[in-house]
């Protein structure tokens, strides 16, 4: 596998962006789960599906190149401010901002896929990843959103932090709240376009989320989660590409299902040093 | 009479149809030790509100350190302990050393990080509050009374001249209660922070308090301790709002 590594650029485009989203889906995952706001990342990933549908759409009917990454991307982030205007208009039932933006991306879709009259292999690939999808062009966009994202998440780490904890005193103390709000969720909205190639729309959410449960269990302290979340979620892509490329299944998948065996590996941990603390308090 | 730090004049509001707060006008001091008290939906975390700046009255005006509200910046001069501080998410993974330095974020500013200087600060307000050795532990681990006393830290990192509580003491037992007013004892006396506390333990807070306030929709007693709990129960039932018993009780 080496060898081809070396070999084939499309190789090495898919493990490096692999690498990466390893690193910023469970990143954003940590202020989404401890949020109570992991159903965002579905309602954006089936928008993201929308875009990709339109931009494929275009593409075969105009014959005119336009990434449908980017048009994923364009409208993902157009649904996290969509998402962010229903949940202020909605402010005791916020999470009805979800299922309208999450149906919203599935009917969109359809509409997209039945103008098209149907699509080859590639949407199949968008659905559930691929370890030959991404192209060089990709490779830099997904680099570009990730240093973005690592910057912007280090810069703005203790607003965020803040807001996650107890957005009423981030509030009070003077701390614009909801512009941190909007910056969070577009950041949301960037990584969940830039993970599609590699983890797919169906399961990106899962990247997000499940590092992050696992390392819940663990962690002692936020950072320390977030570390443990990264590790996870490298862990994770890092099977999932490998089982893909030599099995020849979407890395999705696979990836998908080593963040469900961590998570029972955390839980068994918990739950061996939890009767002790119950027998101590005993 | 000391400068007053919180001003309330002619202050009125409702939720939708609903009056809380009708033309009311109040003044804490500089220095004092203020108890808020009245029954349930009397208005009293809303005035809290009012004076944080998270409302804006319907009527009237509100001045802060002697300015106008909507031109006080200087937040970090008032601390704040909500009634969420009992309720917050005991599962959020956050060590007492990073929930305390939540305090610190808005006066550190955008686009800088946390200095030495500032985790020294953290950790000194931890102390203050008697827990530092579970500086690295996860809050959500500590007791009911630990967990305040991580709040009231989160209130003083910053140094502030006022400090607000919203009935803090609300589920914790009477031990920690006691440590509770021993420590709001020490910050009004050595610190000489000025204080201003929502409860519903008028017993506890009657022998520590320099002020009482008595709020239902208007304030209708405001007043030394021993004038308060001189009241009769007819006055008490009058401000209530329903017939009130007093039990003298050393709990």
Redo the contacts between chains.
């Keep these: 596998m080496f060898a081809d590594f070396y070999q084939y650029d499309f190789l090495r485009y898919t493990f490096l962006t692999g690498l990466m989203i390893g690193i910023i889906a469970p990143l954003l995952g940590t202020f989404i789960v401890?949020r109570r706001l992991s159903l965002i990342a579905d309602a954006l990933s089936h928008v993201t599906l929308a875009g990709i549908a339109f931009g494929l759409m275009v593409e075969k009917l105009f014959a005119i190149v336009f990434s449908p990454l980017y048009a994923g991307m364009i409208f993902s982030v157009f649904g996290s401010v969509l998402i962010e205007k229903l949940r202020s208009v909605y402010k005791a039932y916020q999470e009805i901002a979800i299922p309208i933006i999450l149906s919203g991306g599935v009917g969109l879709s359809v509409i997209f896929i039945a103008i098209a009259d149907g699509f080859n292999n590639d949407l199949f690939n968008y659905l559930f990843g691929s370890v030959s999808a991404v192209s060089q062009s990709d490779f830099f966009m997904i680099l570009t959103i990730s240093i973005f994202v690592i910057l912007v998440v280090a810069?703005?780490y203790?607003?965020l932090?803040?807001l996650s904890?107890?957005e009423?005193?981030?509030?009070?103390?003077?701390?614009h709240s909801k512009r941190i709000h909007l910056l969070f969720i577009v950041l949301t909205a960037l990584v969940i376009a830039a993970s599609i190639r590699i983890v797919g729309v169906l399961l990106v959410s899962a990247l997000m989320t499940l590092p992050v449960a696992a390392a819940?269990r663990l962690?002692?302290?936020?950072?320390?989660?977030m570390g443990l979340s990264i590790l996870f979620g490298e862990l994770a892509v890092i099977s999932g590409l490998i089982s893909g490329y030599y099995l020849n299944i979407p890395p999705g998948g696979t990836i998908v299902l080593v963040s469900i065996i961590i998570l029972l590996i955390s839980i068994v941990i918990k739950q061996l040093k939890f009767p002790k603390k119950v027998r101590e308090a005993k | 009479m000391k400068e007053p730090i919180v001003s309330m004049k002619n202050v009125s509001y409702a939720y939708e149809e609903k009056t809380v707060l009708d033309h009311i006008h109040f003044e804490l001091p500089q220095g004092s030790f203020m108890g808020l008290v009245g029954p349930n939906g009397g208005g009293k975390t809303t005035l809290i509100k009012l004076l944080l700046g998270l409302l804006k009255p319907d009527e009237g005006s509100i001045e802060l350190f002697g300015k106008p509200i909507g031109k006080f910046k200087e937040r970090n001069k008032i601390g704040f302990v909500s009634q969420k501080a009992n309720t917050f998410n005991r599962g959020f993974p956050a060590t007492v050393f990073e929930v305390v330095s939540t305090g610190l974020t808005a006066k550190v500013g955008y686009f800088k990080f946390f200095s030495r200087k500032h985790k020294a600060k953290v950790l000194e307000a931890i102390n203050q509050v008697g827990m530092l050795e579970y500086a690295y532990e996860n809050i959500g681990n500590l007791s009911g009374g630990q967990q305040q006393r991580v709040f009231i830290a989160r209130a003083l990192v910053n140094d502030p001249e006022l400090l607000i509580l919203d009935e803090p003491t609300v589920g914790v037992d009477y031990e920690n209660v006691r440590r509770f007013y021993e420590l709001l004892h020490q910050l009004h006396e050595v610190k000489n922070i000025t204080l201003l506390l929502i409860t519903h333990d008028t017993g506890t807070m009657t022998e520590h308090a320099t002020d009482i306030v008595c709020l239902n929709k208007t304030l209708h007693f405001h007043g030394k301790p021993e004038d308060y709990t001189s009241l009769t129960e007819e006055d008490l039932s009058n401000f209530y709002g329903h017939p009130v018993n007093v039990v003298a009780h050393n709990h």
Excluded: N, P, R, Y
């Design positions: 401890v810069l703005f203790k607003e932090f803040t904890f107890d009423e005193h981030a509030t009070i103390s003077g701390i819940m962690a002692k302290g936020f950072k320390q989660m």
